[in-house]
């Protein structure tokens, strides 16, 4: 329930102030904690919480953040909280918000990682995660069902999709090219008034909220843009990201496994659109097939790992790091170089999404009801479907085949499937999981606890 008088309170206190920092901290802090479930479920958590039952934001401000987040590249449930935490209390607050919401998930990932480095052959270990795997496909498929319900409301959004995997399953063209190109087609879309290109319809709030209360008519000044802050911000955040970046370069040479992995997780900061499945399509190229620093069913472990522990997805990104840098140590021991190496993945993937939303979300507050940048979300969202479905079928052949055979003639770059390789236990889970999820209706979590015991079962039995 809202809490009246409380509300009253913002309303007089003006901009942040009604809502105490130590009040907002333990409600991120709950946030943090219930993050279960993907960027879908991370953001249903925040609307239930910010929205429904503390009032702090209205329906429209909290989808036209969510919108701009899902225009970025990086993890948008992650930077929602910030922006949201920006408007509260100012950077300070975007700090917390953002910061409280990876916590978690950091810690988890990082004990996971020690005891996948440690035990990972181990039979009952391989066991877990083989049926891990088995579940994480199921969930993903239900990714490309899940969005491409919403996105798909027309042919044009449908070809967008098909043309969209068609070029990175079949042709190999890089993601960030997809993502660009239809962020382009959907702003000149929706600036030439073509319906197909409107933003997707959401339902309305039913009460005033706080910050509206609070910012009354006017924005308050820390939400008004502004140049030299704009400069600023840029220069503070630019540093704390890079400098790490060109010490290591500098220091250890650009072919150390720090560098590498600074680099690439820098480069994929700038271009990791759409959310977590669609980003490990990108890291797949990369880590698993260039790097050669994880295998593709480790990649399915990590995407196991991120989907049990609460925080972002792309948090699988700090366990791609632990393992880089676990595998070539140096003079280090390999758990302590593990640890440098997911941290510095860590460090470099999410520093810039605090740059983004304090950089531009003062300009987005006054371009609320934007035509083009709805059109640019919409035609995005739409060919993400295309890069989840490409996701799905990648973990499929990995998961459900032991060997692939790769296709490189007339410009075509993708790996067949070899029949004769079929692994009828993983086949048999991934059915049993994607049953589970589609007809019954289960949770995620229960889903992946029932796979890693049906795991553990067919172990036991020898039948894997």
Known sequence: MIDIAAHETNTEAGAGHGISFGEAFRVWLRVAVLSFGGPAGQIAVMHRILVEEKNWISESRFLHALNYCMLLPGPEAQQLATYIGWLLHRTAGGIMAGGLFIVPGIVAIMGLSYIYAAFGHV????????????????????????????????????????????????????????????????????????????????????????????????????????????LKVSAVWLLLWLVPVAALLIG???????????????KMALVTFGGAYAVLAYVAQQAVEHYHWV????????????????????????????????????????????????????WVTFTPCFLWIFLGAPFIETLRGNKGLAGALTAITAAVVGVILNLSIWFALHTVFRETTPVRSFGLSFDMPVLSSVDFPALVLAIAAATAIFRFKLGMLTVLAGSCIAGVVLRLMRVI
């Open 295 to 346: 295998q593709p069913r480790e990649m399915l472990d990590g995407l196991g790992m991120a989907e049990t522990t609460p925080g972002p997805l792309i948090m699988v990104l700090q366990f791609v790091g632990f393992m880089a840098a676990f595998r070539d140590p140096g003079t280090l021991s390999p758990m302590l170089a593990g640890t440098l190496g997911g941290l510095l993945a860590t």
């Open 252 to 266: 250890l040479g650009q072919a150390n496994v720090f560098s590498q992995i600074a680099l690439f997780f820098s």
């Open 123 to 230: 039979g009952f270990v391989e066991a877990l995660f083989f049926g891990l795997k088995a579940a994480v496909l199921a969930i993903v498929i239900q990714a490309v069902v899940r969005v491409g319900s919403r996105a798909l409301r027309n042919r044009v959004m449908i070809a967008l999709a098909g043309i969209a995997f068609i070029a990175i399953f079949f042709f190999s063209v890089p993601f960030p090219v997809i993502i660009i190109g239809a962020g382009v087609i959907g702003y000149f879309g929706a600036k030439s008034g073509r319906p197909e290109f409107a933003a997707v319809p959401h339902g309305g709030g039913k009460h005033a909220a706080a910050v509206d209360s609070m910012f009354g008519g006017e924005l308050p000044d820390h939400v008004r843009p502004s140049i030299p802050r704009a």
